[in-house]
């Protein structure tokens, strides 16, 4: 992964300021960082999670309690490869 073309890290938006409250993002967040991957951040407002979500063609990984999903981010995406990687602990592990 070179720095031209960075992996998209979808993250939970809050704020202003925009910033990452979310405890699994950040912890998705840590391992790019500890592993040293180039990456960008697109903030994501909490409303269009789904819609981005869908968008990207990463299904939902839980359901709500009447069995609908729930979409969540963290979501990855190596635009060299095409890869979205949309379950937490895999996002972790998408670069080792």
């Known amino acids: 992964m070179d720095a031209s ?3 998209i890290f979808y993250d939970i938006a809050s704020g202003p300021p925009v910033i990452s409250f979310a405890p699994n993002p950040s912890k998705t967040r840590y391992a790019l960082n500890f592993k ?3 990456y960008r951040t697109e903030w994501v407002e909490l409303p269009d999670v789904a819609s981005v979500r869908k968008k990207l063609g990463s299904d939902a990984v839980r ?3 009447d069995g609908s999903p729930f979409y ?3 979501v990855i995406k ?3 490869t095409g ?3 949309g379950d937490t602990s895999h996002d972790r592990v998408y670069h080792t």
């Open 72 to 74: 969540t981010l963290p």
């Open 83 to 85: 890869a979205v990687v």
């Open 5 to 7: 073309n960075p992996i």
């Open 63 to 65: 359901k709500h309690f």
């Open 78 to 80: 190596d635009p060299s």
């Open 36 to 38: 040293e991957v180039h």
